[in-house]
């Protein structure tokens, strides 16, 4: 993909107001003169418009409250919870405030959810404008979405069809000849950005096109055509948690992001909170199927255990494991017999990781 020469970027200005079930790729072909090779970019909103993603107000329900309500039953984890947004992960992974649920552009008493799967949206908007006009161009689906750690919004890629999403510059060189080990450059995030150089919210123009982009069409099956492509694995997520994300995430504890066992450094990191609390002995292992690790703590004061207990369960937590607990049976083997289980000790035993789906098991008595 090459970037060299001139960019066009054309507002289309002749759309209809969208209602559920509109033709959307018909649309788009009336209103645009498209030439192969362009790049379509439209809003999330008349998408979601097209698709029925609405849903009404409840009875005297203000829309920052129902907005706030949705975004909880959508969202699959809290990030960060304030008064003033609820930022969460979806079940499409993106990670944006209120879970995409907005009543801008949307007629009163009604609030618009993202599309069920944006990349589809992509593909058929693709698929549909082939048949309408017979050219081939590619399609971005753009959201309006906030920035962590800077003011002001901008539009990214939520769903892609016929370019692709990244262009990964790993293993090339710079100017100087140093290898590039990282560059990844999020191509389809800057067209959408682009696009929104030439519209303001007020504007009533959901679709532009970027026209003169140098890339190669990339067929609908190929993963690299994908806003799934611009996703950071959850490993690689240094900033998983925002205020509140962790008390929400200790009030409703569900699955951990991070499977298998923990790792050396997570669980040295974890337990150094519990091992400030005295009178306490802790032994760590790995259960025998390797799925999961298991931590032991044991001591004579019930008080103390808890505290450690409590520590560690919260740093887990923290770091993006699973845990729970329940009580410990005579069945339960301890790692080292430093942790007593018998009934006149009071003891725990803390499992986490696992498959990161189901939450790992704290046991205790």
């Given amino acids: ?145 906030g920035r962590p750690w800077r003011l002001g919004q901008t539009d990214v890629a939520i769903g892609v069809a016929g370019i692709a999403a990244l262009r990964d510059e790993r293993g090339g060189v710079d100017r100087h000849g140093r290898r590039l080990d990282v560059t990844q450059v999020a191509v389809s995030d800057e067209i959408a950005a682009a696009a929104d150089l030439v519209r303001r919210k007020a504007d009533g123009l959901p679709v532009v096109v970027v026209r003169g982009l140098r890339y190669t069409p990339v067929p609908n099956h190929d993963e690299r055509a994908s806003a799934q492509a611009l996703l950071r694995p959850p490993a690689e997520d240094l900033f998983p948690l925002g205020r509140g994300g962790l008390t929400a995430t200790l009030a409703a504890p569900g699955g951990g992001r991070l499977t298998g066992p923990v790792t050396v450094d997570d669980l040295q990191r974890a337990l150094a909170p519990a091992r400030r609390v005295p009178g306490v002995r802790i032994r760590a292992g790995t259960d025998p199927s390797g799925s999961h690790t298991v931590v032991v703590l044991g001591g004579p004061r019930p008080l103390e255990v808890g505290v450690a207990t409590g520590l560690l369960l919260a740093a887990l937590a923290d770091l993006g494991y699973a845990a729970r607990h329940r009580a410990a049976t005579s069945a339960d083997t301890p790692l080292d017999t430093s942790v007593d289980t018998s009934e006149e000790e009071a003891s725990v035993i803390v499992e986490a990781g696992g498959d990161g789906r189901r939450p790992a098991r704290t046991v205790g008595r």
């Avoid at 706030?68 to 304030?82: K, P, S």
């Avoid at 801008?104 to 549909?128: F, K, T």
């Fill in 1 to 145: 993909m090459s970037a060299r020469g001139a960019i066009t970027i054309i507002p289309v200005t002749e759309l209809p107001e969208v209602e559920p079930g509109a033709d959307l790729p018909e649309l788009i072909a009336a209103a645009a003169d498209l030439r192969a090779g362009d790049v379509v970019v439209v809003s999330q909103k008349i998408v979601s418009k097209a698709e029925g993603a609405l849903v009404p107000l409840g009875p005297d329900e203000g829309v920052a409250a129902a907005r706030r309500r949705l975004a909880r039953e959508l969202a699959i984890r809290i990030v960060a919870d304030t008064a003033s947004v609820l930022v969460v992960e979806t079940a499409h992974g993106l990670v944006c405030a209120n879970a995409g649920v907005d009543a801008s552009n949307v007629r009163d008493g009604w609030l618009s959810l993202l599309p069920a799967d944006p990349d589809a949206s992509a593909r058929r908007l693709r698929g549909g404008l082939r048949s309408a006009t017979g050219l081939d161009v590619a399609v971005i689906v753009a959201d309006t979405f």
